[in-house]
């Protein structure tokens, strides 16, 4: 259970995001053994396999959250960047217009003063 989520490759496919990706999974992993080995330490009553299972476990259960964590980050991240693309997309349709109607005053003002 301590290998790196797979994920599908990104629009951009950056090396750099997955080798980020990679060494924070990673950290995570070390993270996450560290403080099993601290969990069952205290536990002196534990025979070798007892302990190398309850670390196992717990391992296991720290990464499985972790990864259900980053899940949920992740789909919000990409709700947050369609939220914010519709508001470009909108922002860019009102300027879009203010900068045609602009232009069209300027045109027919032009061709008011041209007439008179």
């Known amino acids: 259970m301590t290998a790196l ?14 080798v980020e990706g990679y060494l924070l999974w990673q950290a995570r992993v070390a993270e996450a053994e560290r403080r099993a080995r601290e969990f069952t330490g205290s536990l002196d009553w534990l025979t ?41 997309a909108l922002v860019r349709r009102r300027l879009v217009g203010v900068v045609l109607a602009v232009c069209a005053g300027c045109a027919t003002l032009a061709t008011l003063l041209l007439v008179l």
């Open 48 to 88: 070798t396999a007892q302990r190398e299972e309850i670390e196992r476990r717990y391992v296991a259960d720290s990464l499985r959250r972790a990864r259900a964590d980053l899940e949920r980050i992740a789909a919000r991240c990409v709700s947050l960047r369609a939220e914010y693309e519709n508001r470009y």
């Open 5 to 18: 989520p797979q994920r599908g490759a990104g629009a951009d496919g950056d090396l750099g995001n997955e």
